[in-house]
């Protein structure tokens, strides 16, 4: 009797065992790499209106897979731009329905990618003197060693015509764009400079540069036919040591906000801001601009005694913000009923939610930190309608904490990827729903994420892992070289 017992003992684990692997493997709808035999990695994505995956990042390959109608099927030396949209209901090579080079002849880089209508909008920084140019282009030559850039392409075109619009964007020294977002056609866009000569507007909140390194914050129309007009507000942003904006979104009235990292003690804040002194190494920056007038109408410090970067922002429905990054401060503020109130490593994620508004009582509506033992860091941030916020990164822990029926749980290499969804109005102790570990045997970075539905998730990145987890119709089954692109869509519908 006790034999049958242990019998149906071991059989009920296998069922369980096969049943949750069975929930995992249904969560992965698409997966695939993208790159060459040389090193590429994905450092940005977007899925357009047609459910198509847009994604870019750069290579040093001059056999980089090309297709459709390419803007450039030739690269041009250094390291390249690539750009390629792939279709998730074909398979192998039918999936690849456009891929591109963009660039000029020395080293170009994407940070920040997002597909709006029928037109990808694009940001990074550039050493090339001879990067495309087009239309009514703000600044038509390179300014410095190291310049931003800013461009709008439209992929039903090939050749040059495909590209709308691009300029540079800096002054005579270093200059780079960290951030992009669309919103009503305008493009906002922010990133740091030490260019003593980056333009700034009129009504610039400051034009003069105070630190070594600025933050700098701008808006561009390029629908307008005048190169001069097409920079319609820039300014920098910081105080007497080192600033950088990391995150930057326009709203419905025109206002722009931006959040970043400082290390200055002169940072300006609002009278009324919940944290007025720097802290720490670094502490984040939250805050609000009226172009119009340029004042900065709202701004406010975030952090420990030790570095605080965010980086990554986006909306809620309810026009509050959500902010992401991480933290190395033993004590990173957090507020009551957080997921995680207290660091649990050397360096933890955060998530917060915030509502810039000068008349509201408290602007920090939600502080945790996440993550384990190890150094855990949140690279990009979702939500979806119902507010619930999906947030992806890399972490060092084998501890990182797991909820829900994890689609991975445990780590496979020294640096996985990560998937957690928080809920930031969740009763204390289940605002964390559902986290897991994402990776193989090597390296593996997560750095975009787009949310398809409620729950429908298309992530991507970095990875030198030769078993990432792939489907059968993926347009690259096996990574090819010393590091790949990848991307996956996961589906967390059934996850809980």
Same mark, same amino acid.
């Given at each position: 009797?006790?034999?049958?017992?242990?019998?149906?003992?071991?059989?009920?684990?296998?069922?369980?065992?096969?049943?949750?692997?069975?929930?995992?493997?249904?969560?992965?709808?698409?997966?695939?790499?993208?790159?060459?035999?040389?090193?590429?990695?994905?450092?940005?994505?977007?899925?357009?209106?047609?459910?198509?995956?847009?994604?870019?990042?750069?290579?040093?390959?001059?056999?980089?897979?090309?297709?459709?109608?390419?803007?450039?099927?030739?690269?041009?030396?250094?390291?390249?731009?690539?750009?390629?949209?792939?279709?998730?209901?074909?398979?192998?090579?039918?999936?690849?329905?456009?891929?591109?080079?963009?660039?000029?002849?020395?080293?170009?880089?994407?940070?920040?990618?997002?597909?709006?209508?029928?037109?990808?909008?694009?940001?990074?920084?550039?050493?090339?003197?001879?990067?495309?140019?087009?239309?009514?282009?703000?600044?038509?030559?390179?300014?410095?060693?190291?310049?931003?850039?800013?461009?709008?392409?439209?992929?039903?075109?090939?050749?040059?015509?495909?590209?709308? @619009?691009?300029?540079?964007?800096?002054?005579?020294?270093?200059?780079?764009?960290?951030?992009?977002?669309?919103?009503?056609?305008?493009?906002?866009?922010?990133?740091?400079?030490?260019?003593?000569?980056?333009?700034?507007?009129?009504?610039?909140?400051?034009?003069?540069?105070?630190?070594?390194?600025?933050?700098?914050?701008?808006?561009?129309?390029?629908?307008?036919?005048?190169?001069?007009?097409?920079?319609?507000?820039?300014?920098?942003?910081?105080?007497?040591?080192?600033?950088?904006?990391?995150?930057?979104?326009?709203?419905?009235?025109?206002?722009?906000?931006?959040?970043?990292?400082?290390?200055?003690?002169?940072?300006?804040?609002?009278?009324?801001?919940?944290?007025?002194?720097?802290?720490?190494?670094?502490?984040?920056?939250?805050?609000?601009?009226?172009?119009?007038?340029?004042?900065?109408?709202?701004?406010?410090?975030?952090?420990?005694?030790?570095?605080?970067?965010?980086?990554?922002?986006?909306?809620?429905?309810?026009?509050?913000?959500?902010?992401?990054?991480?933290?190395?401060?033993?004590?990173?503020?957090?507020?009551?009923?957080?997921?995680?109130?207290?660091?649990?490593?050397?360096?933890?994620?955060?998530?917060?939610?915030?509502?810039?508004?000068?008349?509201?009582?408290?602007?920090?509506?939600?502080?945790?930190?996440?993550?384990?033992?190890?150094?855990?860091?949140?690279?990009?941030?979702?939500?979806?309608?119902?507010?619930?916020?999906?947030?992806?990164? @890399?972490?060092?822990?084998?501890?990182?904490?797991?909820?829900?029926?994890?689609?991975?749980?445990?780590?496979?290499?020294?640096?996985?990827?990560?998937?957690?969804?928080?809920?930031?109005?969740?009763?204390?102790?289940?605002?964390?729903?559902?986290?897991?570990?994402?990776?193989?045997?090597?390296?593996?970075?997560?750095?975009?994420?787009?949310?398809?539905?409620?729950?429908?998730?298309?992530?991507?990145?970095?990875?030198?892992?030769?078993?990432?987890?792939?489907?059968?119709?993926?347009?690259?089954?096996?990574?090819?070289?010393?590091?790949?692109?990848?991307?996956?869509?996961?589906?967390?519908?059934?996850?809980?």
């Amino acid at each position: 009797m006790l034999r049958v017992e242990r019998f149906m003992l071991k059989n009920v684990i296998l069922f369980l065992a096969l049943a949750v692997c069975a929930i995992a493997q249904s969560q992965v709808r698409y997966s695939s790499y993208l790159g060459t035999d040389l090193f590429d990695t994905v450092t940005a994505s977007a899925v357009d209106n047609k459910g198509q995956i847009w994604l870019t990042g750069h290579t040093t390959s001059d056999t980089f897979p090309l297709a459709g109608d390419a803007y450039r099927n030739t690269s041009g030396g250094g390291r390249e731009i690539f750009l390629a949209r792939i279709d998730p209901t074909k398979s192998g090579e039918e999936a690849l329905t456009y891929a591109s080079y963009i660039g000029g002849d020395g080293i170009d880089e994407p940070t920040a990618m997002v597909a709006d209508g029928d037109f990808i909008y694009m940001c990074g920084v550039t050493t090339s003197i001879n990067f495309p140019l087009a239309g009514a282009a703000f600044q038509g030559t390179p300014g410095g060693d190291r310049d931003a850039f800013v461009l709008k392409l439209d992929p039903r075109v090939g050749g040059d015509p495909a590209m709308v @619009y691009a300029t540079y964007l800096g002054g005579t020294r270093a200059d780079a764009c960290s951030t992009l977002s669309v919103r009503d056609g305008k493009v906002y866009v922010g990133g740091y400079t030490n260019s003593e000569t980056f333009p700034t507007t009129a009504t610039a909140f400051q034009n003069q540069q105070v630190g070594g390194w600025d933050a700098w914050v701008a808006v561009l129309d390029m629908n307008l036919g005048v190169a001069s007009e097409t920079l319609v507000y820039a300014s920098r942003l910081g105080g007497e040591s080192t600033d950088t904006a990391t995150g930057v979104v326009g709203d419905a009235q025109g206002l722009i906000y931006v959040t970043g990292y400082t290390s200055s003690q002169g940072f300006p804040v609002s009278p009324n801001a919940p944290q007025r002194a720097f802290r720490g190494v670094s502490d984040v920056f939250l805050v609000r601009i009226n172009p119009a007038d340029g004042g900065a109408t709202y701004s406010t410090l975030w952090g420990g005694a030790d570095a605080d970067v965010p980086t990554a922002l986006a909306w809620d429905s309810t026009g509050a913000l959500i902010v992401a990054g991480y933290s190395l401060s033993a004590n990173f503020p957090t507020t009551s009923g957080s997921a995680q109130a207290s660091a649990a490593g050397r360096g933890d994620a955060f998530v917060m939610r915030v509502r810039l508004d000068p008349a509201a009582p408290e602007p920090i509506l939600y502080s945790t930190l996440l993550g384990g033992s190890g150094g855990d860091v949140a690279r990009a941030v979702a939500v979806n309608a119902q507010n619930e916020v999906f947030v992806v990164g @890399y972490t060092l822990s084998t501890d990182f904490p797991l909820r829900g029926d994890s689609l991975q749980r445990a780590n496979n290499g020294v640096v996985d990827g990560f998937i957690a969804k928080v809920v930031p109005n969740a009763p204390a102790g289940t605002a964390l729903a559902y986290t897991t570990y994402l990776g193989g045997i090597g390296q593996d970075d997560v750095s975009g994420v787009t949310l398809t539905s409620a729950c429908e998730l298309t992530v991507s990145g970095f990875t030198s892992s030769t078993d990432l987890r792939m489907t059968g119709n993926a347009y690259q089954a096996d990574l090819k070289g010393f590091g790949d692109g990848f991307v996956q869509q996961i589906n967390l519908c059934s996850a809980r």
